[in-house]
């Protein structure tokens, strides 16, 4: 045999396993049900390890994020320690459109807050940063690199608009801007579209506008002590808010939609001068609600 067929024989060879053992490695669907049944019968570690895989061959695939997130919680609960890490695959599956992801990231992940002189070391470390009170009209330069934040607490600061960087924070679950000279709600307020908790208590704020219609997940509303006088009938696509809080303001007219608001459990509309129609109305709309007016 030539030494030219020898080498080509070779190469078959070498062709038919490397061949055999491509078909023999799984494929992305198979870790991941793979990683489902390790998760079933708690093996965490390895099914840390399959969803990896996942995610090795799938960078895109939220669900797996989603579900080596789910393993670390119950292996470090399982092993009795706490870990922020599983927050990190939370965040990138909701980036990846994965939904199921907030009501984790909202219990797990906005417990720590990082103050404004601890957040600049490691930002892309910071879940939660609390900058209260510390005469902020405008955000500290590092905060543009916290991209895995869910929640920001910059209470009794001197802001007239919300924060630009905010529009960048599209995984941020809970804002708190009260006390502070916002003039609006708009510059990027819903390019947060997954907020479940806003409170903007005590600024001059005037409107509310229509992009509030664009925060479907939102629960928690609270816009006490401004100056509001006009809110936007989109505020009747805010199908999951609970708590509604427009007291002490200078609202007469409310639009019809906000009788759509099902799921709402307080509605507090004291020191406006609504006209006594609105009361009757709202308690017939809203038999579950706690409706305090004047």
């Known amino acids: 045999m030539s030494n030219q067929i020898k080498i080509f024989t070779l190469f078959l060879c070498f062709t038919f396993i ?32 399959d969803f990896t895989s996942v995610v090795g061959l799938e960078n895109n695939n939220s669900e797996a994020y989603y579900q080596r997130a789910v393993a670390k919680l119950r292996l470090s609960a399982n092993m009795g320690y706490e870990s922020t890490e599983l927050c990190f695959d939370l965040k990138t599956a909701l980036d990846l459109g994965y939904i199921n992801s907030i009501s984790y990231l909202d219990k797990y992940c906005t417990r720590e807050c990082y103050d404004i002189n601890k957040a600049h070391y490691e930002p892309e470390l910071v879940l939660c940063a609390d900058f209260s009170s510390k005469i902020l009209s405008k955000m500290p330069i590092e905060s543009k690199e916290m991209v895995n934040l869910t929640k920001l607490v910059l209470f009794n600061n001197k802001f007239e608009h919300l924060p630009v960087e905010c529009k960048s924070f599209n995984g941020l679950l809970h804002l708190d801007l009260s006390s502070n000279r916002l003039l609006d709600m708009n510059n990027g307020l819903q390019e947060m579209k997954y907020l479940l908790d806003i409170n903007l ?90 409706i305090f007016m004047d």
């Not at 061949?19 to 840390?48: C, V």
């Not at 509001?228 to 200078?250: A, F, H, Y």
């Not at 009788?259 to 004291?270: F, P, Q, S, T």
């Open 18 to 49: 490397l061949s055999n053992k491509s078909f023999a490695q799984k494929n992305s669907k198979e870790w991941f049900a793979l990683g489902l049944e390790h998760l079933k019968q708690k093996e965490y570690i390895d099914a840390i390890s």
């Open 201 to 290: 208590n005590k600024n001059q704020i005037k409107e509310v506008p229509d992009e509030i219609g664009k925060l479907e997940f939102l629960k928690y509303l609270y816009l006490r002590s401004n100056e509001i006088c006009l809110i936007s009938k989109e505020i009747g696509k805010c199908k999951n808010l609970e708590v509604l809080d427009l007291s002490l303001n200078s609202i007469t007219d409310l639009p019809k939609e906000i009788l759509l608001l099902k799921n709402l459990k307080i509605l507090n509309l004291v020191g406006n001068a609504l006209s006594p129609k609105w009361k009757k109305d709202l308690y017939i709309a809203l038999p579950n609600t706690q």
